[in-house]
């Protein structure tokens, strides 16, 4: 009923940059906080942003200054700028969203998850 699609991994050096995208589609009344994830080898999966329905933002300390997440209502999509990249940064990353759709309880829904790798 609800698809989160991603792009926008890939490799990159350090101290480069990267947009990663996540399009909400399906049948949706209206779609609360989205948020982005990210899980590294051999490490549980952390939050790195979150931004509400309201424009506020949360970001984890090891991202803050150097990643931006922003969203288009509109297009029903999340963005996550991510600058000044560190091989630290390496992980697969999931987009998330609360979102109210019909003929459904579910709440939380997450996207397929892409690589991005920092070579050092």
């Known amino acids: 009923q609800v698809q989160l699609v991603q792009s926008g991994g890939g490799l990159v050096q350090a101290g480069d940059s990267l947009k990663l995208s996540c399009a909400a589609s399906g049948s949706i009344f209206s779609i609360y906080d989205m948020g982005w994830y990210r899980q590294a080898p051999g490490k549980q999966r952390e939050l790195v942003a979150v931004i509400s329905s309201s424009f506020n933002t949360n970001y984890a300390d090891s991202v803050k200054g150097r990643f931006t997440i922003s969203r288009d209502n509109a297009k029903n999509t999340v963005y996550l700028q991510m600058n000044s990249l560190k091989p630290e940064d390496t992980a697969v990353y999931y987009c998330?969203?609360?979102?109210?759709?019909?003929?459904?309880?579910?709440?939380?829904?997450w996207g397929q998850g892409t690589l991005v790798t920092v070579s050092s």
């Open positions: 998330n969203a609360e979102v109210v759709a019909p003929l459904t309880t579910q709440r939380k829904w």
